[in-house]
């Protein structure tokens, strides 16, 4: 089976219908479809968290759109923001800015911000019952005043030589000058116990869940070593504000054993009840002390995303989930937008190449166009006008997983101003459809297919495998 996709900007306003009768039936069960629900809510811009009422009353346009899978980031209750935190350095005690986060106040209970426990129920029964299913996030990669793990087990932070509880390095969030707070131990034992015994088998056993994703699964601490590279590089000015090492932490802590755990478990459930569970993570990054020097004195320079295409850095953690979430790829989209080197047909292509050795080494990549974390510099990806463009790439890209990220679908899908919610709903729909009927769409097979003219913005490639071939044209450019 041959099939041709042709994408052009502008063709927004008048989407033609599908020819259904064309169209392959869907492979069943070859493509998994995310689409990741709202969980915000801004008093000053009138936005409220979607409750799980109105998550529940969402669910049949997203089944419609071909949803596979609902994410929730952070479902349970949530300790109340706190401003700053006491930090002990070498220079005394310090007072950090404090960015809000997902620290629990209770892992076992739904938020109640968004509804009653039964509300909740009743929406994971709901989407069950149109074949949908549901992921919870789980974020313990810090700690806070107020939250369940410096309350109750105040021993799974990490300490610093200092005797005190350790931060995150760099303590500075990405686009904000703030800390995160206090980096968790992650090779803790009873925190491991903790999350495999208890948390893990409540979620897919009494709520009903279909597996776990693990935010952030790292452990992001300065030790000794790291001390002294980044002294040096302060004392040549070289260092960028937040990396500081304020508190040096003695020794190695892997979050491997807590991974490698969780993913057991998830296998240990999925067999005892039947069920094919889902355990995802966020990326394959295990802690600093994993990657070289170079990279080190790179990111201090404030480069905190070179991690992500580091080539020397340790990603075998990947080995462990079933896929990631794929940053890489955003911004491969972003420089197509912008007309960058990488919009060139054939440097788009060979993108992929670079990947496979990467996170994609490891595990699959869940391929979006925009999500939560770091939305607003892409967001001009999903403008209506050129959406179609971005959704197309992101969609036939290789692999079988596809992100869809807040905002862009039902419920809260009319909070960004600069996007059409149903011109989002009708190119998902149509491009999920295309990509579930087509093998070749799912393989990892891809090359350059654009012979000439050679402009930026202008990309074709094959797709294939032994059934099918498709050729992708997308004139992002709109020039020819």
């Not at 600069?418 to 459809?433: A, C, M, Q, T």
């Amino acid at each position: 089976m041959i099939g041709t996709i042709i994408m052009r900007q502008g063709e927004w306003e008048n989407l033609r219908p599908l020819p259904r009768e064309c169209m392959p039936k869907p492979i069943k069960d070859s493509v998994l479809v995310i689409a990741a629900i709202p969980f915000v809510g801004d008093k000053a811009r009138g936005i409220s968290k979607p409750t799980w009422s109105e998550v529940e009353a969402a669910l049949p346009v997203l089944k419609e759109v071909g949803v596979d899978v609902i994410f929730l980031w952070a479902p349970y209750e949530r300790a109340k923001p706190v401003d700053k935190i006491t930090v002990y350095t070498c220079k005394g005690e310090m007072q950090l800015k404090l960015r809000w986060g997902l620290q629990a106040k209770n892992f076992l209970r739904p938020d109640p911000d968004r509804g009653s426990e039964d509300e909740f129920l009743h929406m994971i029964e709901a989407a069950h019952s149109l074949g949908i299913k549901v992921i919870p996030q789980l974020c313990i990669l810090s700690s806070i005043p107020g939250d369940f793990i410096h309350e109750e087990h105040p021993e799974w932070i990490l300490k610093s030589i200092y005797g005190k509880h350790a931060v995150m390095w760099p303590w500075v969030t990405t686009g904000a000058k703030a800390s995160y707070g206090y980096a968790v131990n992650k090779a803790h034992p009873d925190l491991i116990k903790y999350v495999t015994d208890v948390i893990i088998p409540h979620w897919v056993k009494y709520w009903g869940v279909d597996g776990v994703f693990l935010d952030a699964p790292n452990v992001a601490y300065c030790d000794l070593h790291m001390r002294d590279i980044l002294k040096d590089m302060e004392e040549k000015g070289l260092l960028a504000e937040g990396f500081e090492c304020l508190t040096p932490v003695d020794g190695y802590y892997s979050p491997e054993p807590l991974v490698k755990a969780m993913k057991a478990k998830i296998n240990e459930l999925g067999e005892e009840m039947g069920r094919d569970l889902i355990f995802a993570g966020e990326n394959t990054f295990k802690t600093w002390q994993d990657v070289s020097d170079d990279l080190i004195i790179k990111i201090s320079k404030g480069n905190l995303a070179a991690f992500l295409t580091d080539p020397t850095m340790d990603r075998s953690q990947g080995k462990y989930f079933d896929w990631v979430w794929g940053y890489n790829f955003r911004s491969l989209l972003k420089g197509v937008y912008s007309g960058e080197e990488v919009s060139y047909s054939e440097n788009y292509v060979k993108y992929f190449e670079t990947e496979r050795e990467l996170d994609a080494k490891y595990t699959e990549i869940a391929r979006f166009v925009n999500m939560w974390n770091v939305l607003m510099p892409f967001k001009d990806l999903l403008r209506p006008e050129v959406a179609g463009c971005y959704i197309t790439l992101a969609v036939t890209a290789p692999g079988k997983v596809v992100w869809i990220g807040v905002y862009q679908l039902p419920p809260q899908n009319n909070i960004i101003k600069e996007w059409n919610g149903k011109v989002l709903i009708e190119w998902y729909k149509r491009l999920i459809l295309i990509k579930k009927g087509y093998s070749a769409l799912q393989s990892m097979n891809i090359e350059n297919a654009l012979i000439s003219p050679r402009i930026t913005r202008l990309i074709a490639y094959n797709r294939w495998d032994a059934n099918t071939s498709v050729t992708v044209i997308v004139n992002a450019g709109n020039e020819h």
